[in-house]
């Protein structure tokens, strides 16, 4: 029982490991054996985290952008929309971890289940939820290692809005734009995760990358260009 309990703890151990250096062999291991416990657990923690420290800083600077609306727009004094932000203030430090992590585990069954359809209908493969569920869990391991170097950066200079994509090129003042909403999609940690999703997707249903990648790169365009578009409306 202790080698096998031994083992088994080697093996998880190996396939985070393996995300980072050797994805093929990582994916092979989740398809025999598709375990998502420990990388689940990484991710929510992961997400706290940065609700903890991140989120009050992103709520302080649309704090500032919301309280020139509530005057000019809902013709609020300014200590009535003090008043009012604070009060959104303390209720967000409170639920924003929640929020983190209930979110961060919707996100991963969502894009789960669309793996599963453009997978098992669009690319007609065989596969099954709890593998690309397995599958996804480890490879979110990647975003973990982007709020590990963000979240510091942010820290630093006192601001949410730190980019690691080619928004990085443009004004924050273009935040609300279309392009800087889109090309925040760009971000290094997330094209790193693609490419992984996509020798996942591979490993799970025998096919080559390249049939792999048409499903996942034309799903993720799709999500990036509407994200967009809200991000832009609601900015």
Known sequence: MADQQATEKGSLLGTLVNIFVSPREAY?????????????V??????????VFVAPMAMEERMAEQRDKLIEQRGMTPEEADKALAVGAKIGKITAPIMAAVGTVVVIVVVALALLFVGNVVLGGESTFKKLFAMYAWTSQIGVLGTVVKVPLMLSRGTANVQTSLAAFLDPGQKGTF???LLTHTDVFSLWQLVLVCIGMAVLYRFSVKKAATGVVGLYVIYAVVAAVIGAALT
């Open 28 to 40: 092979e291991a989740i398809d025999r054996q598709p375990r998502w416990v420990l990388p689940m």
């Open 42 to 51: 990484i991710v929510v923690i992961a997400a706290v985290i940065a609700g």
């Open 179 to 181: 392009l800087y909403q």
